[in-house]
């Protein structure tokens, strides 16, 4: 079989059937119905979900703040001071273990 | 009176998406055509075609108007539709004995007396069809705009965003891949 004639009788037949160019009825709505959608914007979706997260931990603030402020009240009247102890309370400890080591010694 | 292409094209750009509408009538037949060089299923031109022009608003700002909208958009359609075939390159494997009655008789007449066999026949048109299929997507689309739409290497260059020498090269590489497969034919029948 003579193989490159061949292919050459295929590419022309291929020449030959020129493809169809019909167009279905009414695709050009189609198209239309998908510009008028809103196209999806990343960054105002990444801003909106922020704005969310930013309200949530309002809210998670106001309410964390509201019950430590009512328990601070009933058992001590100085919330900065019960602060202040919390936060110092480890180098507080620390500072007494190093005074009892140099005491052994 | 009826608007040019770049007065629709000045419409959208200010924001007046309806004037895309008039620009989607008149190049969708060419564009169609296109997209069934491509596709087989109605459905799949379809999303092809639909992929085109949604590409084609989206991207209007990148349109300078320095060649006719109609090059810049069949740019955009054989770039989409080499896409599709990039994506659609698993369905290429088919084995030459699932060749129809038709398609075997023709290939007999061919080898009998080839100069008899119709090229108007629609079994050597389905038979062509079936070698494309198993061309790889970058073969098949040099194949389709080289040998079939008769375009220069300059224009397969333009359409396409590939160098000319990149066009060359995939050009005798697509020539060789065809050649490989129409022989694959005649060993699977003949021998």
Redesign the interface.
């Known amino acids: 079989m003579n193989l490159q004639k061949l292919q050459a009788k295929l590419l022309a037949a291929a020449r030959k059937a020129s493809p169809s160019d019909h167009v279905p009825f009414a695709f050009e709505k189609r198209i239309m119905a998908h510009l008028a959608k809103p196209i999806a914007d990343v960054w105002s979706l990444w801003g909106r979900a922020l704005w969310r997260a930013a309200a949530a931990c309002v809210f998670a603030m106001a309410l964390l703040g509201g019950w430590s402020f009512q328990t601070s009240s009933d058992e001590s009247p100085d919330l900065s001071q019960d602060f202040e102890n919390t936060v110092f309370a480890a180098l507080d400890d620390q500072s007494e273990i190093s005074i009892t080591e140099d005491e052994a010694w | 009176m009826e608007r040019t292409d770049s007065e629709l094209i000045a419409a959208v750009l200010k924001g007046d998406?309806?004037s895309?509408?008039p620009l989607?009538?008149k190049y969708?037949?060419?564009v169609?055509?296109?997209a069934?060089?491509y596709a087989r299923r109605?459905s799949e031109i379809?999303d092809i075609?639909?992929e085109i022009?949604?590409k084609a608003?989206?991207k209007l700002k990148s349109f300078r108007g320095e060649a006719p909208f109609e090059h810049w958009l069949m740019r955009l359609a054989v770039r989409t539709c080499y896409d599709f075939l990039r994506g659609h390159q698993r369905n290429r494997e088919t084995a030459f004995t699932e060749l129809t009655e038709p398609e075997t008789q023709w290939l007999d007449r061919?080898?009998v007396q080839?100069d008899t066999?119709s090229?108007?026949?629609s079994a050597?048109?389905a038979?062509?069809?079936r070698?494309?299929l198993q061309l790889s997507p970058a073969a098949r689309l040099v194949?389709t705009l080289l040998?079939?739409e008769?375009r220069s290497v300059k224009e397969i260059a333009a359409l396409t965003g590939w160098s000319v020498p990149l066009v060359k090269v995939r050009a005798f590489r697509a020539r060789a891949e065809?050649?490989k497969i129409?022989?694959k034919?005649?060993r699977d029948k003949?021998l």
Request: hydrophobic fraction near 55%.
């Open positions: 998406a309806a895309f509408e989607i009538v969708q037949p060419r169609f055509a296109t069934r060089r109605e379809e075609v639909q022009f949604l608003f989206n061919f080898v080839p066999a090229e108007n026949a050597a048109r038979l062509v069809d070698i494309l194949i040998e079939i008769e065809m050649r129409v022989a034919i005649s003949y």
